[in-house]
């Protein structure tokens, strides 16, 4: 696809975060089966349902913008997914799985945000007000899940996970 301007630029990424939406949609129920605390499954099964809409979200705005709803390979969530991957391969106490997988979680949101935060600014300046309606409810989302998990760990997970470490 050539990008002759902001338009191919954002239909491109927009192609791209489906298919990382989709990466994760897949990746979340592993997630929640390797965690213990019935909070942190709790914000992971919430977020998955949340992953489904945004999915919707984003080939809404593929058909606004009169393209295929068809994605491209995002190769950062597959990096960022396959690290989690690893973590959860590790021999760890339950305590510190669940601490490992929210630090797994936030590397997403964040990515997440960066991109949901690149689309609002593209559809905003190209003046594509329900794109970016749309996108920004993603973004909100996005950000309100990266929220979520940080008060879980301060509050529960890394304290407990803590609580295992040598003295």
Do not use: F, W
């Amino acid at each position: 696809m050539q990008m002759e301007n902001l338009q191919d630029l954002m239909k491109s990424d927009l192609k791209d975060v489906l298919h990382a939406e989709n990466q994760i949609v897949k990746a979340l129920p592993k997630m929640i089966k390797k965690a213990s605390h019935p909070e942190l499954q709790e914000a992971l099964q919430e977020h998955l349902e949340e992953t489904k809409e945004q999915v919707n979200r984003v080939e809404q705005v593929m058909e606004l913008l009169g393209m295929p709803v068809r994605a491209k390979t995002c190769k950062a969530m597959q990096g960022i997914l396959e690290e989690g991957k690893e973590v959860m391969g590790e021999d760890a106490d339950d305590d510190v799985m669940d601490a490992a997988l929210i630090g797994a979680a936030q590397k997403v949101e964040h990515y997440e945000i960066a991109t949901y935060g690149t689309l609002c600014t593209y559809a905003e300046l190209l003046g594509l007000e329900e794109a970016k309606r749309l996108l920004g409810q993603n973004l909100e989302e996005e950000k309100n899940a990266d929220q979520k998990l940080t008060d879980l760990a301060e509050a529960v997970i890394n304290l407990e996970a803590a609580d295992h470490t040598e003295q």
